[in-house]
């Protein structure tokens, strides 16, 4: 099984820049793929980013093209979600999920494995 623990949230200004890290941990853990999802006061949760285990093959959300950027160090099991010229919208709780199954998904019920999440707050 596969633990998740998301870090690097907090409050940040309209404009500035922002860097997540998801440390996945466990005995006998395995995992094709981690991605990032969001989800803002009254909303449903949104997908932001995938990347696969294996080659790193990488899968955005519309609304996370362009400043968003997925990457990993499978040395250190870790996953990062940098976040570029953030805007007030932006603000949500961050969770990232591990999925077991093959290759990379969009869909909440395609992930087996989540953290609790991170708020990130926007405001200046």
């Known amino acids: 099984q596969v633990q998740l623990v998301e870090s690097g949230g907090g409050l940040v200004q309209p404009g500035g820049s922002l860097r997540l890290t998801c440390a996945a941990s466990?005995?006998?853990?395995?995992?094709?793929?981690v991605g990032w999802f969001r989800q803002a006061p009254g909303n449903e949760r949104e997908f932001v980013a995938v990347?696969?285990?294996?080659?790193?093959?990488?899968l955005y959300g519309e609304s996370a093209k362009g400043r968003f950027t997925i990457s990993q160090d499978n040395a250190k099991n870790m996953i990062h979600l940098e976040i570029n010229n953030l805007k007030p919208a932006d603000t949500a709780v961050y969770l990232c999920?591990?999925?077991?199954?093959?290759?990379?998904?969009?869909?909440?019920?395609?992930?087996?494995?989540w953290g609790q999440g991170i708020k990130v707050t926007v405001s200046s």
């Open positions: 999920a591990a999925r077991t199954g093959l290759g990379v998904a969009s869909q909440e019920g395609l992930y087996d494995y």
């Open positions: 466990g005995s006998g853990f395995v995992y094709n793929a």
């Open positions: 990347i696969s285990y294996s080659g790193g093959r990488t």
